[in-house]
């Protein structure tokens, strides 16, 4: 964690204009670079609360601010021996920043694009009432693939008499249910995307087994193995829930939106062609 702290600082140094903060008083000079009143309050805002009480003191500012001037310096450092430019740094210095940018984009998100209202959870709630009032859990088996072609000859070996669990085992690629055969236990509605959920919540019999669905992981077939009654809740119980229902609802839609508009395109001949390691260590267990 520290190391990401020194990076996404080195980012910010890089980043920050020359005539940012230039009349704010500050508390240490390290070459060009102040470290503004400003700066030094935003680093204490860090710190535990417990600590608060000795950082307080006269002494406890001054070791505080000497361990910042102390990562001045060693940003200077850096910076002269251009280790920002540096093809490793350079790569974890986008990192960082994506990272950053990405949390920012999800909190825009959350607060303006898919904010869901009080009124909307309501309605929801009053439009589904049957389903909180005797709700369904589905237990079901899945066998994904990566190609519709492939899905939809599994499916046809399925329907001739062949053994669910023995193809998700030698085909599925969740390789985390393949080992049980596909199962995924217990499911309600709200735990999978839309796509899924819906013609999987249309399933009458145990043992009766899906057509291929697409989602965003692939290709599934989906069996019915259980089903059973949850239970009951209020509305202040399925509040939460009906929630994250309804932002990831409206986040589905903005992003098959941006899909739309940036031209998403996929080149599965390319795909295809990417070897993946399995991360599986080549030593012997007694190594």
């Known amino acids: ?16 204009g020359s005539g940012c903060a230039e009349r704010e008083p ?5 070459g060009r670079r102040r470290i503004t009143v400003s700066d030094f309050k935003q680093r204490l805002e860090e710190v ?12 406890g500012k001054r070791q505080y601010l000497s361990g910042m001037i102390k990562e001045e310096i060693l940003l200077h450092k850096a910076l002269d021996e251009n280790l920002h430019r540096r093809p490793d740094i350079a ?18 998100l959350h607060n303006e694009e898919i904010k869901v209202s009080d009124q ?22 899945h066998i994904l693939l990566s190609n519709e072609n492939r899905a939809r000859e ?9 053994s669910f669990e023995k193809l998700a085992r030698e085909n599925s690629i969740d390789t985390f249910t393949a080992v049980n ?12 995307p839309p796509e899924f959920e819906e013609p999987v919540f249309s399933l009458q019999s145990v043992g009766e087994i899906s057509d291929v669905i697409k989602t965003p992981y692939g290709y599934h077939i989906v069996k019915l193995t259980g089903r059973k009654r ?8 399925a509040r939460e829930n009906i929630k994250r229902r309804l932002e990831q609802q409206k986040i589905n839609e903005l992003l098959d939106r941006y899909h739309r508009e940036l031209n998403v395109r996929i080149d599965n001949s390319v795909l295809r062609e990417v070897e993946i390691e399995d991360g599986r260590s080549e030593e012997s267990p007694g190594d």
Not at 26 to 30: I, K, S
Not at 95 to 101: A, F, G, I, M
């Open 1 to 16: 964690m520290k190391e990401i702290k020194i990076f996404t600082v080195i980012a910010a140094f890089l980043l920050a």
């Open 26 to 30: 500050a508390v240490a000079h390290v």
């Open 48 to 59: 535990p609360s417990y600590y608060r009480g000795f950082i307080a003191t006269e002494g």
């Open 91 to 108: 790569r974890r210095l986008e990192e960082v920043r994506r990272e950053v940018l990405l949390a920012a984009a999800i909190n825009h």
């Open 120 to 141: 909307e959870i309501r309605d929801y709630f009053e439009k589904h009432r049957e389903e909180f009032a005797d709700p369904v859990q589905l237990k079901v088996s």
């Open 154 to 162: 599994v499916l046809q070996k399925l329907r001739r008499g062949a």
């Open 181 to 192: 055969g596909g199962d995924m236990g217990f499911i309600e509605r709200g735990d999978m």
């Open 230 to 237: 949850g239970r009951a809740e209020s509305f202040e119980d």
